[in-house]
């Protein structure tokens, strides 16, 4: 079992930055931040490999630099040059190394134009 708590989200102008810190209970395998708007299914925002090896969607590339801390059992999102379109509700997601799958609680991310 890995809890996960959020943290880092609010609200924003366009272009602003913000920062998303996951902390895990335990150490965990795979990390990743998806988001959900209203109306639209929950999409992955980028993932990590605990060596950090890294996947982005194609809308964040550039922008958005997903990180860790295995020492800290932390994954992190920096999120630059936010555009309105980034607005969602952000969840942290990890894999245990038993394989199970685990999710924050979500953390609101609004960005105004």
């Known amino acids: 079992q890995v809890q996960l708590v959020e943290s880092g989200g609010g609200s924003v102008q366009a272009g602003g930055s913000l920062r998303l810190s996951c902390a895990a209970s335990?150490?965990?395998?795979?990390g990743g931040w998806y988001r959900q708007a209203p109306g639209k299914q929950r999409e992955l925002v980028a993932s990590?490999?605990?060596?950090?090896?890294?996947n982005y969607a194609d809308s964040v590339k550039g922008r958005f630099t997903i990180s860790r801390d295995n020492a800290k059992n932390t994954v992190l999102l920096q999120m630059n040059s936010l555009k309105p379109e980034d607005t969602a509700v952000y969840y942290c997601?990890?894999?245990?190394?038993?394989?199970?799958?685990?999710w924050g609680q979500g953390t609101q991310v609004t960005v105004s134009s």
């Open positions: 997601n990890a894999f245990s190394w038993a394989g199970g799958s685990f």
């Open positions: 335990n150490s965990i395998n795979l």
């Open positions: 990590i490999t605990y060596r950090g090896s890294t």
